[in-house]
């Protein structure tokens, strides 16, 4: 029977048994839920991989403005500003996870990954990393499969939904398993891999999930960007050798009990947080008014 992901200490112990690379017990995994052919598989994560750079590419060449207007083509902005913080390199990360969220905001394909609310991270860091260090395809696929063997576990020992854990369970989840991605890609060790989750996990450990108007917009999208920019961050430190001190495994379990303590109106509810404030609730509203707006003039025709 295929390893069944409860832990990363289990994953790790199931490579060095077997002998195998740590994207293997996914690849393992994934036919036997599914019960397809290791082909259909990586087919499966080529068009994936492929269809998270299509939203990179539409969000830097098309309109993204969403209907709410609190989307207005950030990624460009950033894509094409003249004032580089640190390298060019990090700001077309920042764009491109930008971007591909921005893409999801304006009703554009995605790949949820593991949620439409965090689905311009892996895409964003995915991109960048096989553009500076010339990657293989196969690579990054190989490291697809490492990014969602994470997810499970998150998934199963915590949460990636927002709704459930605040917006550590969604860009924190996301944010975990690029780093994780970017350190296999150049090399690292399983530990170091693990090392990268875990230090991600840590940096952002209890951040709530207040969509302004109810809208996966504001501030989801700006924390894509940010999430990607700690993944990156967080690899490095790994790749260094720097030890995260607590297990990755006591990280995710962390991530579960702050979740589960977070009250309510801190998980997607719209009730607390930036969607409380002032301008938060205006927004609201006049987005709330607008939809009504809409509705009466349609019920006229």
């Avoid at 990636?160 to 994780?180: K, L």
């Avoid at 999430?227 to 961050?233: C, G, H, T, V, Y």
């Avoid at 947080?273 to 509705?295: E, Q």
Wanted: charged share 20%; hydrophobic share 45%.
């Amino acid at each position: 029977m295929p390893f069944l992901f409860n832990d990363f200490a289990g994953w790790k112990q199931c490579c060095q048994d077997n002998n195998y690379q740590l994207w293997e017990p996914v690849l393992a995994y994934e036919i036997d839920q599914k019960g397809r052919t290791d082909s259909n598989i990586w087919e499966g994560m080529e068009k994936a991989y492929d269809a998270m750079v299509d939203a990179v590419e539409t969000g830097l060449r098309e309109d993204m403005t969403s209907r709410s207007g609190m989307v207005n083509n950030g990624g460009k902005k950033v894509f094409n500003s003249k004032i580089t913080v640190l390298s060019p390199e990090f700001q077309q990360l920042i764009a491109r996870a930008l971007s591909a969220k921005e893409v999801n905001s304006c009703m554009g394909r995605i790949v949820a990954a593991p949620t439409a609310g965090a689905s311009g991270i892996i895409p964003g860091v995915l991109f960048t990393m096989k553009e500076i260090h010339e990657i293989d395809k196969q690579t990054i696929l190989e490291s697809l499969l490492i990014a969602a063997g994470i997810g499970l576990i998150i998934e199963k020992i915590a949460s990636v939904a927002g709704a459930v854990g605040g917006c550590q369970a969604e860009t924190g989840s996301a944010g975990a398993m690029a780093s994780g991605a970017i350190v296999y890609s150049l090399g690292g060790t399983i530990n170091q891999v693990f090392d990268a989750v875990a230090i991600t996990i840590q940096c952002m450990l209890g951040l709530v999930c207040d969509p302004v108007a109810g809208l996966v917009e504001v501030p989801c999208i700006v924390r894509n960007a940010s999430a990607a920019a700690i993944a990156f961050s967080s690899a490095q430190m790994a790749l260094a050798g720097v030890a995260p001190v607590i297990p990755v495994d006591e990280c995710v379990q962390a991530m579960g009990e702050v979740g589960q303590s977070m009250e309510s109106r801190y998980k997607e509810t719209a009730e607390g947080g930036l969607a409380a404030t002032s301008t938060g609730k205006a927004i609201a509203d006049r987005i709330l008014n607008k939809s009504i707006k809409i509705k009466e003039e349609q019920k006229k025709e």
